[in-house]
């Protein structure tokens, strides 16, 4: 039982994490809520029977456990950030590609343009942490 509710609110702390860098307050919220009640019932089992190693084990492997399915489920959700870096110093590629970027703007918000300093010539660098609206 302390296993699998280890995994249940470790798992359940990404989605609130995501869910606030992406300003969805209130899910953050209703989730940490549940999070935390789970994290309490489960610590009242541990702390009752501190000569239980078991429990100890379960505790950790929980969170451990936890940790992995939480990452996997970010990434079947597809709601994290990705980075993207175009850096080129062939002006025909830069403008192929800047204009590509241009068009996934109607899909993802978070672009930057940001123009950086090689040596003597200046190379655009397109970048920014893009986050999916659809």
């Not at 609110?9 to 953050?28: H, N, Q, W």
């Not at 959700?77 to 830069?94: D, F, H, N, P, Q």
Request: hydrophobic letters at 50%.
């Amino acid at each position: 039982m302390i296993f699998i509710a280890r995994i249940c609110d470790v798992s359940m702390e990404t989605i609130p994490v995501i869910s606030i860098s992406r300003g969805i307050k209130y899910l953050a919220a209703v989730i940490a809520f549940f999070e935390i009640v789970i994290w309490l019932l489960t610590m009242e089992v541990v702390m009752n029977d501190l000569s239980n190693v078991a429990n100890f084990l379960a505790f950790a492997f929980g969170f451990a456990m936890g940790t992995y399915i939480g990452l996997v489920i970010e990434e079947k959700l597809s709601i994290g950030m990705v980075i993207l870096r175009i850096i080129t110093a062939e002006e025909s590629r830069r403008d192929h590609l800047l204009h590509a970027v241009r068009e996934l703007r109607h899909y993802f918000s978070g672009c930057q343009r940001i123009t950086r300093e090689c040596q003597d010539d200046p190379v655009p660098c397109q970048q920014g942490g893009y986050t999916q609206d659809h």
